[in-house]
């Protein structure tokens, strides 16, 4: 991803990780404007105000379908389409992190600020373990070994699903996405005839750089 950012004309100013952990502080933000000046700080994953309220734009008002997927990181995504999704539409969230469901809180939070006027209910884990995900959730049951980690039998999924439906998937988000819906179809929890839409949010251009770091045969 910063390869190609290079090569697009990027200027990238590295931080350590140390630091990177302090992003969301006054003293890290005071300290970018100290070495760049006035600028616009867009957050990690694009979880601002701003960027949910471009993820609205996600579905279509004529879009009728019963099941919304997305891949959660931050859960810029999964609140955008939550403000936008019908009454009647669930949507679930496959966190992608591994640890506590955090992601709950702070789409809570996100959905207070922005969106005041609506009420929304989300629910973790338990949407999935009972069964019951006509109730929108978001579920750390598919997060395998963690972020960007080596998991075999996600890398098989990913491999056949791309040979079989030509559609490519990348190894962080999109193959565990994919998984999670093909997994709860064949444990009979999605019924059917049920009408689903999955997010495919790209991130392709990752694919080679994991292939490298993991030294993968077929990099």
């Not at 609140?79 to 992190?97: E, R, T, Y």
């Not at 962080?172 to 949010?201: E, Q, R, W």
């Not at 790209?202 to 990099?219: A, C, D, I, M």
Request: charge should be positive.
């Amino acid at each position: 991803t910063l390869a190609n950012a290079i090569a697009n004309g990027m200027h990238l100013h590295y931080v350590s990780r140390e630091n990177y952990k302090q992003k969301n502080t006054e003293v890290f933000k005071r300290d970018l404007t100290n070495i760049f000046g006035e600028h616009y700080l867009i957050p990690e994953g694009g979880n601002n105000k701003e960027g949910i309220l471009g993820c609205t734009e996600i579905l279509k008002p004529d879009w009728n379908y019963d099941f919304i997927f997305c891949a959660c990181g931050t859960a810029a995504t999964f609140s955008g389409i939550l403000a936008s999704c019908k009454p009647n539409q669930k949507l679930i969230g496959i966190n992608v992190l591994k640890g506590e469901n955090s992601l709950l809180t702070d789409v809570d939070v996100n959905m207070q600020q922005i969106f005041p006027q609506q009420k929304f209910i989300v629910v973790g884990n338990e949407g999935i373990e009972k069964n019951e995900i006509d109730t929108n959730c978001i579920t750390n049951k598919y997060c395998f070994n963690g972020y960007a980690k080596l998991d075999k039998e996600l890398i098989d999924f990913k491999n056949k699903f791309e040979m079989e439906y030509k559609i490519p998937l990348d190894y962080i988000y999109t193959s565990k996405l994919f998984y999670a819906v093909f997994d709860l179809l064949l444990k009979n929890k999605i019924l059917p005839k049920t009408k689903i839409l999955i997010i495919h949010c790209g991130g392709l251009q990752s694919n080679k750089g994991f292939e490298k770091r993991y030294k993968l045969n077929w990099y």
